[in-house]
């Protein structure tokens, strides 16, 4: 028995020079679980003190949030404003309709609720910083807020502090003028008819 011929492999391919080869194929890299971000807290989601009572908005209440009288010369003007004009004593909030900063009161330092008028006196302090910068935008937003819920502002501006609203004045400091120019801004907002009725004697 004749043995069977070896067998024969095919020739090896040789590439072709003129074509390129493929390029190799990648693996895609691992894909890494997206980190999730933690929203930061807005003004929406901050938590809103639960002392202010369900009042109507732009009802005047007095509020146990209110911090304390500090200036004597608010307590002054208070004083001389009380001689010359009846209006309900110890009211020092005002619900407004959004929350401004934590609460959904503000806290004016003169309530005229008979006049839906808010009085504020602003100096720039002893080291003359209060009511500039971050404070002004506050006033602002506190000014707004009042505004939204009918009421209207008179801010009492002393030094160089610049009117931020249309009924606002300008002072040098508390003088014996203060109030009667405020009485006067007060016929300007309400009318002199409705104002007068509420003077004493």
Aim: net charge positive; charged share 30%; with cysteine.
């Amino acid at each position: 028995m004749r043995p069977s011929p070896p067998l024969r492999s095919d020739p090896p391919v040789r590439p072709d020079p003129h074509v390129r080869p493929d390029p190799p194929v990648r693996a895609d890299p691992p894909v890494r679980p997206t980190a999730v971000r933690r929203a930061k807290p807005t003004r929406a989601s901050q938590p809103v003190c639960d002392r202010t009572p369900a009042v109507p908005t732009g009802t005047p209440f007095v509020s146990v949030c209110a911090p304390r009288p500090a200036s004597a010369v608010e307590a002054e003007l208070r004083a001389e404003l009380t001689a010359r004009l009846e209006f309900e004593p110890g009211l020092n909030a005002v619900r407004v309709g959004r929350p401004f900063f934590d609460h959904v009161e503000v806290w004016p330092d003169i309530v005229l609720s008979e006049l839906r008028v808010a009085i504020e006196y602003d100096s720039t302090g002893r080291h003359g910083l209060e009511h500039v910068g971050r404070r002004e935008v506050a006033d602002r937003r506190k000014d707004a807020a009042l505004r939204a819920a009918g009421w209207q502002v008179v801010r009492l501006r002393t030094g160089r502090l610049p009117m931020l609203g249309p009924h606002d004045l300008q002072l040098s400091g508390f003088t014996r003028q203060t109030v009667p120019r405020l009485l006067d801004e007060l016929r300007v907002i309400r009318g002199s008819l409705f104002v007068d009725a509420y003077l004493r004697g």
